[in-house]
């Protein structure tokens, strides 16, 4: 079986750690979901685990090193990653990190990009990746 690459972007992550809101039972269900295989970026560890380590958040910590053990390939070409991002957010009119995310997912092919943003946000404009939002059905 094949298994599905998905990038999820750093609020999925939060979600599914924090507990609380519409989108966390979605995001464990995707992280908890064995036909996918994670794929990520520097910039996902960049926006989770940095706060969670200055304010010493065992939990939280471990939470996301567990999910970044997992992960199977790793976005590393960051110089065309950038050259990219810059390309779709002045196509689509993404936030830089934004269009980071979806630069480093088109960068190893992954098969989606998960992320909470909802569908009226510009990431959804985005057509080289499937981007695929918690707030979705």
């Known amino acids: 079986m094949k298994l599905r690459k998905t990038y999820v972007d750093s609020g999925v992550l939060i979600a599914a750690f924090r507990g609380q809101g519409d989108p966390t039972a979605r995001a464990m269900q995707i992280l908890d979901d064995p036909t996918r295989e994670f794929v990520s970026s520097i910039y996902v560890k960049l926006e989770t685990l940095p706060k969670a380590i200055y304010h010493n958040n065992v939990n939280e910590i471990s939470f996301y090193q567990n999910f970044f053990q997992s992960v199977r390939q790793w976005a590393d070409?960051?110089?065309?990653?950038?050259?990219?991002?810059?390309?779709?957010?002045?196509?689509?009119?993404?936030?830089?990190?934004?269009?980071?995310?979806?630069?480093?997912?088109?960068?190893?092919?992954?098969d989606e990009f998960v992320t909470t943003e909802r569908s009226t946000k510009p990431i959804h404009r985005v057509t080289a990746v499937n981007v695929v939002s918690l707030w979705q059905s």
Request: charged share 20%; glycine share 2%.
């Open 77 to 110: 070409q960051l110089d065309i990653i950038a050259e990219t991002a810059f390309t779709q957010a002045s196509e689509f009119g993404l936030k830089a990190m934004d269009a980071l995310h979806v630069a480093a997912a088109m960068s190893i092919d992954a």
